[in-house]
């Protein structure tokens, strides 16, 4: 098989996307999420224009990933300077990676109207900063920017900065469609001529202005380019890069090339939804191959025809890809998918048993209300547990009264929580105060709790997260809540969902003490078991 | 220039997307949206397997369009059926419509193993179908359902199929990928093969489900195609039918095509997120031509480049498709994207002065904290009145207090606000029950405002977005909310901060109130001016 590279850039190009801010938490998490997936670069950031990405740059060399190389951004060095002086290109070197992508324009106007350089001068800066790459010991992947307009205005400048790139030893030659608005038959055979002029690898990076990055993309793999940039949820500026989810799928399973292993593949839907949920971005339904609706079928003929064929209705099987086929209004969705995560606490569920009836009945019933389980298999455990009758009851919530005042817009007064829960058979009552109602809610819950089970004291939460339903109904919208904690061996998700923000972080604190006492529960028990067997 | 006919199936197609349901007002809302558009054709139902279709023809019969051709959408004739006797077809000739859309099946197995028919009976319902529609005077579009994947299975049956509805006078052969799972090249070569061999109108219906959709629409177009069918905001079954806003703009636009007056295309923006109104979806804000993020530019070297000319980060005139620049605020976008902003209600502000420095601080200071003032624009115009001391004081609050109180794990009373505010010299006292605390806080500052200033009962919140923004700090994290009103007329974002949601919540709910009165008092001054100068 034939083997693509994949560039993703979801932390550089996508982090320009509107509504985007990651933290440094955040882009750690986001490059284990892709390190998982194989991709074969993660392109990390730009270290010569963001102080902030430097700090990532050092954050990743001390927790090194275990399958995709690091990439760091920059500019072709400066007009008028040299390579040695120039700060951009120092911080580049300073990041560490054993790759780098320097980016240089092949557009004549750019040269002129952007960096005010002369043609040929532009030309140098190319030549001078990829040697200088090269001579420092880097995989050097030459972006070549808004190549394809460039290549429409004035082919032969267009050509002579790629040969810039290559002769000074470039290891890729990335032909970007900058502006997002060339067509893939251009795309291809301009594509097609590249790789004919110059023996190295050739790579494509779309964005998506004409609705045309995924067949760019894949119409110059199949020109001959065997490097693919993108993002994997497709974010980047204006309209997005090209969705990397999107071209993997069709690169590999459409077309045979080799990206990343299947079993990484069998994975795609719930890694795009990982990545979309670090970014507080939820994923568009209708996305290929990952969206929620991807293997809906809604109209009649269609529930029939996949019914009876799927082929006759399914582009690929979902599968494939991690995703599921729902077919609207009907009895059969994903019933083995969840029967599959109630198999992992109660093995001995029956497929066709009543209990697998009730327990997908009320699991519709609740992603209905807004429930949503997948990253929250905690909640889940409980609520099959409770539906089974095999849930513990360690405590019972009777009251929980909070408090909050401003006295102006900007002076504010602690929250304060009253809480009253049974335990057994007995009462108790007490108040906490927090930054906020929440966070009273948090402590006002551990203390009550406490005071029955000290191995309370042993969770922190370590993950908040808000996600708002409906956001159109505004301040009455209902709101679903994640709540990661851990006790310093184990992490576990749990999740509540109502139209009072304070209510569904309730849920959701109440949900994570439980789960603690019912592993600690176990322990305990399998602990005295095997006391009595020694 | 040479013309492309559209035929939007926004109504037949998009109708089958997961999350829609159109009444018949909805669905005359739309025809006339599209109708304003001038699309050539609307195929507004499938009459014989939808009864409240009909009576949406009957309704169009009564409010003729003014531009656009209303077409019906069937299947042949079942098989073992005589044409005059098939109830779907008199469904179909009675909804009076001068044009039908008929689908037939192009590929062997649906043939086979959905309609269980002969390959040779297939040809026969096809042919006998579309001469019945002929003979009684109906202009026919043929559908060639699956045409792409019939024609890779067995092009010559595909072909045979295409064949008998030539023959029997079909005006128009629409190629379909309704599975959506090919690829632009084939399609493009498919389509050229099938132009030379039927020397009548050619079309192209695709779908997304490789992200393949708008590439094989316009590649098909490039192969002769003349007719091109989508739905205008992208709906239908699974991933969507091909986007027809994003073809339209391509193919006028970029390729020279006629297909419908500049004028229109001048309005596509507003028209798109019109249908998408009525349907109760958002337009995804990367859509390409006509997102709100179409023409957005963030990373600090594309506001540069875009200032000094355009047309190095935009492929075509955000103006062409009624769309507009936005130049987003941010660390990452610079001092001129900042001052560009302020010129808008501050048309004085100089780059240099004093006032510029502060205010480029002030936005640093507040991002730091959490803030985000891309599409908040109206706090940051707040906020910059502010610090010039141009923010006239409409209000202020004194002391907000809020309860909320849970009397067990599901049972929930109101959330109850009590406030204080001074508007002058004046006091007001109340107080406001909601679900949940926001929206208590919401009714009970409206409550206490609407007394001085009626107005206010104009705002409607139309989105209320939470972010976690160091979720690691879990329940004491700061919140970024973001609210967005209307009053009918306008539409406008503003933004609030804190580690408390009720108190960043409030901000944010004050600014809106706040802007409101900005605006409306701005246009009080300049009537009063007017008459006084009349």
Redesign the interface.
Known sequence: MNKVFLLDSTLRDGA????I?F?V?DKLKIARILDDLQVDYIEAGNPG??PKDMEFFELLRTNPLQHSKVAAFG?TRKKNTAVEDDANLRSLLSAGTDCVAIFGKS?D??VT??LRASLEENVEMIRDTVRFMKENGKEVIYDAE?FFDGYRANPEYALKTLEAAYESGADCLCLCD????S???FV?SVTKLVIERYPVAVGIHAH?????????S??AV?AGATHVQGTLV?FG????NA?LA??L??LQL?MGYDCVPAEALERLTSTVHEVADVS?ISV??????V??????????M?V??VM??S??????APSAVGNSR?V?MSEVAGRSAILEKVKKFYPEIKKDSEEATKIIEMVKQMEHQGYQFEGAESSFELEVRRLLGTRPKFF??????????????SR?KP?YATIKVLVGDQLEITAAE??????A??AALRKALEVFYPEIGEI?????????LD???????T?RVL?ESTDGHEYWTTVGV??????A???A??DSIEYKLLKSNATAQSDMKQTESA
Chains 1, 2 share one sequence.
């Open positions: 320009q996307s509107v509504g801010s933290s938490q224009s963001n500019a557009w106007i750019h109207d952007i808004h900058t502006n997002g608005g067509f893939p038959d291809q998506d202005d004409a609705g045309m990055a995924a067949a760019n894949v119409l199949s497709g500026e204006r309209c997005g969705n999107t071209v799928a069709n459409k507080n568009s339904k209708n996305m290929p191959y969206g929620a609706n991807a293997f809906a079928h809604k109209g009649g269609h029939d025809g009876k064929n082929l006759t209705f399914e582009h690929v729902r609207m019972e919530l009777q009251m929980l009264s909070v408090t909050d005042e401003q006295q102006s817009e504010k929250s927090g930054m906020g109602p929440v966070n809610i948090d922190r939460l370590t993950d908040y997260k808000v996600r708002v956001s159109e109904s505004a301040t009455a919208a709101v709540i109502a139209v009072d923000i304070m209510q972080s309730t849920r604190l109440m």
